[in-house]
């Protein structure tokens, strides 16, 4: 089936730590994206990537960081200058153009 | 700035019956696009519905209807026959186009419904 799969589901940081999150799609869509969401709010992007090797960053990017060597990969990096980190991650996909983004299901980052 | 308001922080529908979520917007591009997502409780965001602002006609997906009015700036989600499974969260966005040709979505901060037996 394709999708989009986010991993883990539950992601738990010691002060200090870095972590990766995981975010994979078979769509074969060149557009991916990483959003953050707080309690009782929307998304915000973090970082959006349109082709391999290129991203760029989205309105709440410091702290965070990203790679994409593949098509269907986009890791999201949470660093240790992520200071309020704890939030939902969301993670999208889309073809380029203006068609919708479809999303993972999430990963769910607790600070210790 | 694109902005997205939801004014309504929770709402109730009986079973059956038809229920209106709102949704105003604000920019000043001719061209845009707006969405609706649902997030039920596992968090995923589930794509319902899309509005493009030429497009002539309000769109439709089975029980799902946006009530596009362009001169108001609003675009509110219509959920027709509410069933128990509709009870979520519900977004609305709308697409801001990025200076290298892509897009991100600008979120609302959302509506909780939920449907009574």
């Known amino acids: 089936d394709g999708g989009i799969t986010q991993s883990p589901k539950y992601l738990f940081r010691k002060e200090g730590q870095n972590v990766t999150l995981s975010c994979e799609q078979n769509l074969n869509h060149d557009a991916m994206y990483w959003y953050r969401q707080d309690p009782g709010q929307g998304l915000r992007l973090i970082y959006y990537s349109q082709i391999v090797n290129d991203f760029q960053k989205g309105d709440i990017a410091e702290g965070y960081s990203v790679s994409r060597e593949k098509k269907e990969s986009f890791p999201l990096t949470v660093t240790s200058a992520q200071k309020n980190p704890t939030a939902f991650y969301l993670c999208?996909?889309?073809?380029?153009?203006?068609?919708?983004?479809?999303f993972g299901p999430g990963t769910r980052l607790l600070v210790l | 700035a694109q902005k997205i308001t939801q004014t309504q922080p929770g709402m109730f529908v009986q079973e059956k019956e038809a229920v209106t979520l709102d949704c105003t917007y604000d920019t000043s591009d001719p061209s845009y696009g707006l969405f609706w997502y649902k997030q039920p409780s596992s968090g995923e965001m589930i794509f319902l519905i899309y509005?493009?602002?030429?497009?002539?006609q309000n769109a439709t997906e089975g029980r799902y209807s946006l009530n596009f009015q362009k001169a108001r700036k609003s675009a509110n989600l219509v959920i027709s026959a509410s069933q128990l499974g509709d009870s979520a969260m519900y977004f609305c966005a709308m697409r801001e186009d990025l200076m290298d040709s892509s897009y991100k979505l600008i979120f609302g901060s959302g509506t909780r419904l939920l449907v009574r037996p």
């Open positions: 509005q493009g602002s030429y497009d002539q």
């Open positions: 999208a996909s889309g073809p380029t153009g203006k068609e919708t983004q479809y």
